[in-house]
């Protein structure tokens, strides 16, 4: 049961990660985060651990 867990919950950090980065970069508007440089950094390093989660979730898939 954690591993499916484990790999919803790393797609929707994935997709948070997008979110910030394009707020970052100004793309969407409508928060304090908008045109931020912070956001544009912080957005990627947050997608790619969400992305270490899928793989970590799919890697405990297959050995099991």
């Known amino acids: 049961m954690r591993k ?5 919950v790393g797609a929707l950090v994935v997709i948070m990660g997008v979110v910030f ?3 970052g970069i100004g793309l ?3 928060s304090a ?3 931020s440089t912070l ?3 912080l ?3 947050i997608a790619l651990v ?8 799919l890697r405990n898939r297959r050995e099991s």
């Open 21 to 23: 980065t394009l707020q």
């Open 4 to 8: 499916p867990v484990l790999v919803v």
């Open 43 to 45: 957005g990627p390093v």
């Open 50 to 57: 969400g992305i270490g989660l899928v793989v970590a979730g």
């Open 33 to 35: 985060m908008t045109g």
């Open 28 to 30: 969407v508007g409508g």
């Open 39 to 41: 956001w544009a950094v």
